[in-house]
């Protein structure tokens, strides 16, 4: 069955770094897209980067432009956000997410904490 897992999150101050990892089984991930969302307490969960399954076409929210990498290793069926000049507004559970055969299939999320 798919299993997808995140990892990487935590606590980290204004203006520091993280790479959130997921890590992928069950599935054919090298053919397919993979996403990152987000969702802060209060809020709808919101997308923050995809990318095609070669990686060759990425997509970002406004808001992490420039801050925000998404990017995939398919020999390691793993998928990363690396997360730098982080701020506050960014605290959230951050989630992996993939759609096959017109269904959605989510990770566990991991907890993002930006804060001084």
């Known amino acids: 069955q798919v299993q997808l897992v995140e990892s990487g999150g935590g606590l980290v101050q204004p203006g520091g770094s993280l790479r959130l990892s997921c890590a992928a089984s069950g599935f054919a991930f090298s053919v397919s897209p993979m996403s990152w969302y987000r969702q802060a307490p209060g809020e709808e969960r919101k997308l923050v980067a995809s990318?095609?399954?070669?990686?060759?076409?990425?997509n970002y929210a406004d808001s992490v432009k420039g801050r925000f990498t998404i990017s995939r290793d398919n020999a390691k069926k793993t998928v990363y956000l690396q997360m730098n000049s982080l701020k506050p507004e960014d605290t959230a559970v951050y989630y992996c997410?993939?759609?096959?055969?017109?269904?959605?299939?989510w990770g566990q999320g991991t907890q993002v904490t930006v804060s001084s």
């Open positions: 997410k993939l759609r096959l055969k017109g269904a959605d299939y």
């Open positions: 990318m095609l399954s070669s990686g060759s076409i990425t």
